[in-house]
């Protein structure tokens, strides 16, 4: 395991971490509130927890070498993660959505809110802490699993804050509908992030071609290279973190076998510069 490989599994441990002890101080604050906010926040934490700890097993799956059985690698695990991550997000805001809908007629009083604005608060400073740590290291090693997974936590700062402005409602002005109407709007936000994260997925696990702003910067690349005179069925996917890239080169057919291949070797070395984490298979046609 190189150096960048270690820094993703440190990022993950301490991501997997932080949600444990998120999950532990907000179950607590709803057991003493019964904010449906909180629960949503709560739900949301849940959710992170599960993710963190399958992009931790990802991180450390992925980053297994090919073998015979798996020859292109191990990375579309990553892909099987998130989109049981999708499914798991969806299920969780309907639980939440189905009892705030419920408490919309006749919304409870709230308790205990000072105790589940401490919490709550607590819940933001740690989560704003390990979201900017996530972010030096998805920088550093350019880890999608990494960035995916710190983008739960900016998702987690929205209904936790949320949750804050409910109990604030409940506590300062006696306003409980405030409630349930910021757990239906999480539920909402949790439902638009499933439907990224799984459509993300499941594109990946079909194959699906790397979006058209990718494509024209591997024209750029290719065209630009010396002794390039075209080049045809250019074909690429992703699977996890990395992307697989194929073209045919057309070159001039009287030229040597070793012009032809310094120039395929040119267009490789430069393609992979251009995108991390990718593998490029060039075949050299004659025109």
């Known amino acids: 395991m190189n150096g960048s490989q270690r ?13 444990v002890v998120l999950v532990a101080i907000k179950a607590w604050a709803l057991a003493a509130t019964g904010a449906l906010s909180v629960a949503a926040s709560l739900a949301d934490s849940a959710v992170d927890l599960f993710a963190s700890a399958a992009g931790l097993v990802g991180i450390i799956y992925a980053a297994k070498p090919p073998d015979e059985d798996h020859s292109f690698g191990h990375t579309s695990a990553e892909d099987l993660v998130a989109l049981g991550q999708a499914l798991l997000i969806v299920a969780s805001a309907g639980l939440i959505g189905w009892h705030a809908v419920g408490r919309l007629a006749a919304p409870p009083a709230l308790s205990a809110e000072r105790a589940g604005l401490v919490v709550m608060a607590a819940s933001i400073v740690i989560t704003f802490g390990l979201v900017v740590w996530q972010g030096r290291v998805a ?4 880890s999608r699993i990494v960035a995916a997974d710190r ?31 910021i757990a239906l709007a999480a539920c909402l936000f949790l439902v638009a992030g499933a439907y990224r994260i799984g459509i993300g997925a499941w594109n990946a696990l079909m194959d699906r071609a790397a979006d058209p702003a990718l494509l024209a910067r591997l024209d750029a690349i290719i065209t630009a290279q010396p002794g390039v005179l075209g080049y045809h069925d250019l074909k690429t996917r992703s699977a996890g973190s990395r992307t697989f890239i194929q073209v045919h080169l057309e070159l001039d057919g009287t030229q040597s076998l070793q012009a032809a291949h310094d120039i395929g070797a040119g267009v490789r070395r430069a393609l992979l510069a251009a995108v991390a984490d990718s593998e490029v298979i060039i075949h050299q046609d004659p025109r």
């Open 7 to 19: 820094l993703n599994v440190s990022a993950g441990v301490a991501s997997v971490s932080v949600a």
């Open 139 to 142: 920088k550093t090693t350019r």
């Open 151 to 181: 983008l739960h936590y900016v998702g987690d700062l929205i209904p936790t804050s949320g949750a804050m402005v409910a109990l604030v409602a409940s506590r300062r002005l006696g306003i409980s509908w405030l409630d349930p109407i």
